[in-house]
C-alpha cells in the first residue's frame, strides 16, 4: 500500500485509541481491518487491488476496487464462463482462417491453433486460459454467440446477472479496439473470478501449468504453457488468469485454497510484470493469516 496510506492507517489507530472514534469508512484496508493490522498490509504499487473470502463474500482488501479502467485478457475467464454455460466440454470447434489472422493482426498472444483443426470446448479452454490465445477466444465465440458480437452480448448480459455494474465488454479477448477497450474493477473481476472457479472444469483448466495435446487425425499436436507464475512459487495458489495490454497494463486475477479456504483477489494496473505475482503471493499469505487470527 502506499506510503501516504500506511501514514493515514496508523494515524486512524491512534485516533481510535485515544479518542474512541472510529476510523473513516473509504475504499481501503485500513476501514477492513482493526487500525493495528492495517500497518501489516502488502505494499501495492498497482491502479487497483481487491481481495475477498470467496466463501464468505468477505472484503479483506480493497484498493481503488471500483475504479473503471482495462482489464486486458483477464477478459477471458468471462468467455470461459460464457461458453460453459451452453456447451459441453465434449463439443467440436473447427478453427477458422478468421480465428487464426484475428489474433496475428490484432497483435495478440495465441494457442498457435491451425485452421481446419478440430478441438473439444475441453482442449480449446486451455489455448484460452493457458497460452491466453486470442485465437481460441474468437473460435468460442464465433461458435457459440453465434458470431462474436452475439457473444458479446451475452458477456455483457452474464455480468449484469452476477451484479457487475460497472463492467462493459467489447470483445472476448481483451485486445485494444478502435473507440473503446471496454472495461472493469478489480471488484467485479473477483466476484466474477469466485463464480468462475466454482465450475470444475475452469478451476482445473487454470490451475494447470502444462498441457499437451498429441496430433490426431482432428489436429495437430500443441503444447501450452500456463502464463500464470503464481502457480509455480505460491503452492496452494489455483489459478485464475493473467493479462496485459498498454492501456491496461499487468493484470493478475488470481487465488489460493487451503483447509477448505479460498481466497480470490485481483491487481490491475501494475507497471512491473513479475511484481504483480509477488504482490498477489503477499496479499493471499496476509488475507489467510488474518481470517486465521
Not at 41 to 53: E, F, H, M, N, S
Not at 73 to 89: D, F, G, I, R
Request: overall charge neutral; proline content about 4%; some cysteine.
Amino acid at each position: 500500500m502506499r506510503t501516504w496510506k500506511a501514514i493515514t492507517a496508523a494515524l486512524a489507530g491512534i485516533l481510535t485509541l485515544t479518542t474512541g472514534l472510529a476510523a473513516p469508512a473509504h475504499a481501503s484496508a485500513s476501514a477492513l481491518l482493526p487500525a493495528a493490522a492495517a500497518v501489516d498490509t502488502p505494499t501495492v504499487y498497482g491502479r487497483a487491488a481487491y481481495l475477498i473470502d470467496a466463501s464468505s463474500g468477505k472484503v479483506l482488501f480493497d484498493d481503488n476496487g471500483t475504479e473503471r479502467m482495462p482489464i486486458a485478457s483477464l477478459t477471458k475467464t468471462m468467455t470461459a464462463y460464457v461458453v460453459l454455460k451452453t456447451a459441453k466440454p465434449t463439443d467440436v470447434v473447427q478453427i477458422a482462417p478468421a480465428d487464426v489472422s484475428y489474433a496475428e493482426d490484432g497483435g495478440g498472444t495465441t494457442a498457435d491453433l491451425r485452421a481446419g483443426d478440430r478441438l473439444t470446448v475441453n482442449e480449446l479452454l486451455y489455448g484460452l486460459m493457458l497460452p491466453s490465445g486470442a485465437d481460441a477466444a474468437h473460435a468460442l465465440a464465433r461458435t457459440y454467440g453465434p458470431g462474436v458480437d452475439g457473444f458479446v452480448a451475452k458477456m455483457n448480459a452474464t455480468a449484469r446477472q452476477l451484479g457487475m455494474a460497472d463492467t462493459q465488454y467489447v470483445n472476448a479477448d481483451g485486445l485494444p479496439m478502435p473507440g473503446s477497450d471496454g472495461y472493469s474493477t478489480a471488484r467485479d473481476q473477483a466476484l466474477l473470478a469466485a463464480k468462475a472457479l466454482e465450475l470444475p472444469l475452469i478451476k482445473e483448466t487454470a490451475g494447470t501449468r502444462y498441457h499437451s495435446l498429441e496430433a490426431s487425425g482432428e489436429h495437430r499436436s500443441y503444447s501450452w504453457r500456463n502464463t500464470n507464475r503464481l502457480l509455480r512459487t505460491a503452492p496452494d495458489a489455483i489459478g485464475l488468469k493473467t493479462g496485459f495490454t498498454r492501456a491496461a497494463g499487468f493484470c493478475l486475477a488470481f487465488a489460493s485454497e487451503q483447509d477448505g479456504q479460498r481466497l480470490v483477489g485481483v491487481l490491475l494496473g501494475e507497471s512491473d510484470s513479475s511484481r504483480r505475482f509477488a504482490t498477489a503471493g503477499e496479499l493471499l499469505t496476509w488475507g489467510a493469516s488474518r481470517q486465521a487470527a
